[in-house]
């Protein structure tokens, strides 16, 4: 029994190592300026498609929508928190920041409006694919201390269709051939790395550089 339980507990040590990394969320009293900090494990990171109205192409960077994630933002009115200090509602702001990232990171984009009327996003967001995604911009000074930092892209989800229906299409990089495969229901065929970013990309995975 004893063995058991301890392979058990290895494999989900993996399984947590691999997939699970933690979040950090700072939020600030605009009163007192008393900090609290919680944190969070996380699965995937969702992060917000926001179009920059002085964009003319209409195109994003991942980079620009992890920056929106991290962002600070004001808590206010209704919003407006507790604070552990002044025992009463305040202003605050609130950001977060990654404390620790997974091995196999999964990249959520939020396509789908949560407006009155549910619509898709199709604005097109850049990411690398044959380089390499660099997260030092969005992580704590704790994270940065740990070393290696970047990622490489090894799969794609892609939706095509609406919000009331749709089909899911994904694009896989062997990790023997590095060739790009797409996977299509039964149909699986090799494509090339330029057919892997398109408007319809909906979740990214990527794996930790040399790991």
Same mark, same amino acid.
């Given at each position: ?6 392979? =058990?507990?290895?494999? *989900? ?28 494990? =996380? ?15 209409? +195109? ?15 808590? +206010? ?21 990654? +404390?620790?990232?997974?091995? *196999?990171?999964? *990249? ?20 690398? *694919? ?13 994270? !940065? ?48 790395? !330029? ?11 990527? +794996?930790?550089?040399?790991?």
């Amino acid at each position: 029994l004893y063995l058991l339980l301890s392979c =058990f507990h290895h494999i *989900i040590f993996l399984f947590l190592d691999l997939f699970v990394g933690l979040l950090k969320s700072t939020l600030q009293c605009s009163t007192c300026k008393n900090c609290s900090v919680t944190f969070d494990p =996380f699965w995937d990171l969702s992060v917000p498609i926001k179009k920059d109205t002085s964009m003319l192409s209409g +195109e994003l960077h991942l980079k620009d929508c992890l920056k929106e994630f991290t962002k600070s933002e004001v808590l +206010e009115g209704d919003e407006k928190p507790m604070c552990d200090r002044c025992k009463t509602r305040h202003r605050a702001t609130k950001r977060f920041s990654i +404390e620790r990232l997974p091995k *196999i990171l999964v *990249i959520h984009l939020k396509r789908f409006s949560v407006t009155k009327f549910r619509t898709k996003l199709s604005t097109h967001v850049e990411f690398p *694919i044959s380089q390499k995604l660099n997260l030092n911009d969005y992580v704590t000074d704790s994270a !940065r201390g740990r070393g290696n930092l970047t990622y490489t892209l090894y799969g794609v989800v892609n939706h095509s269709g609406t919000t009331y229906g749709g089909h899911y299409i994904a694009n896989c990089r062997s990790a023997t051939s590095r060739l790009w495969h797409k996977f299509n229901d039964s149909r699986v065929s090799e494509t090339q790395d !330029r057919t892997v970013r398109s408007s319809d990309a909906y979740v990214l995975f990527y +794996e930790l550089a040399n790991y």
